[in-house]
T-cell receptor, first 114, second 113 residues
Framework: GAGVSQSPSNKVTEKGKDVELRCDPI?????LYWYRQSLGQGLEFLIY????????KSGLPSDRFSAERTGGSVSTLTIQRTQQEDSAVYLC????????????FGPGTRLTVT | GENVEQHPSTLSVQEGDSAVIKCTYS??????FPWYKQELGKRPQLIIDIRSNVGEKKDQRIAVTLNKTAKHFSLHITETQPEDSAVYFC????????????FGQGTILTVHP
């Protein structure tokens, strides 16, 4: 079946602009996660949605970052007033939830802030 | 919160040799430990995982062992092949960080033909 998809695959933006990154999870998966991977680094947790519960936002680095998940499916990660240090690959993952915690990743969005 | 340390950062082996990557975690309540393989420019792929009620799990040439007392777990790849070359990440979840994965810094594995 279809895996996790993300768009756009690449985004170049000027410092100070806002960007929106989109994630389509695997159909039926109730849990959705956003991670950030800087060049040559590991993956850093950003935010986690599980069903209708309040999201775990404990990894968001600043109040410029926000995310929403509409209808329990598609999610959008928004970065306001982008800074050069926001340049990274933003990865989305989903899992079946409810005790099944295996996470499957999308291809990521490479964000470059100039 | 959880902290995961991974060693070595780079590992070079000859084709056919075994490779071992080790990780330690800090949160004794963590109960899920996956391993991901990431090829250059690609998404991380789940290759094997283990839960805290099991000490070892195998899948063909790869195996993972878990020592809950010492809070460490390891990935073992036997009969390595050039296509095993990639970055490998360990992670931990559960307990106070239920649902979210805390990753190690990764190991660059190079298998020389």
């Amino acid at each position: 079946g279809a895996g996790v998809s993300q768009s756009p695959s690449n985004k170049v933006t000027e410092k100070g602009k806002d960007v929106e990154l989109r994630c389509d999870p695997i159909s039926g998966h109730t849990a959705l996660y956003w991670y950030r991977q800087s060049l040559g680094q590991g993956l850093e947790f950003l935010i986690y949605f599980q069903g209708n519960s309040a999201p775990d936002k404990s990894g968001l680095p600043s109040d410029r970052f926000s995310a929403e998940r509409t209808g329990g499916s598609v999610s959008t990660l928004t970065i306001q007033r982008t800074q050069q240090e926001d340049s990274a690959v933003y990865l989305c993952a989903s899992s079946p939830g409810q005790g099944a915690v295996e996470q499957y990743f999308g291809p990521g969005t490479r964000l470059t802030v100039t | 919160g959880e902290n995961v340390e991974q060693h070595p950062s780079t590992l070079s082996v000859q084709e056919g040799d075994s490779a071992v990557i080790k990780c330690t975690y800090s949160d004794s309540a963590s109960n899920y430990f996956p391993w991901y393989k990431q090829e250059l420019g690609k998404r991380p792929q789940l290759i094997i995982d283990i839960r805290s009620n099991v000490g070892e799990k195998k899948d063909q040439r790869i195996a993972v062992t878990l020592n809950k007392t010492a809070k460490h777990f390891s990935l073992h790849i036997t009969e390595t092949q050039p296509e095993d070359s990639a970055v490998y990440f360990c992670a931990a979840a559960g307990g106070t960080s239920y649902g979210k994965l805390t990753f190690g810094q990764g190991t660059i594995l190079t298998v020389h033909p």
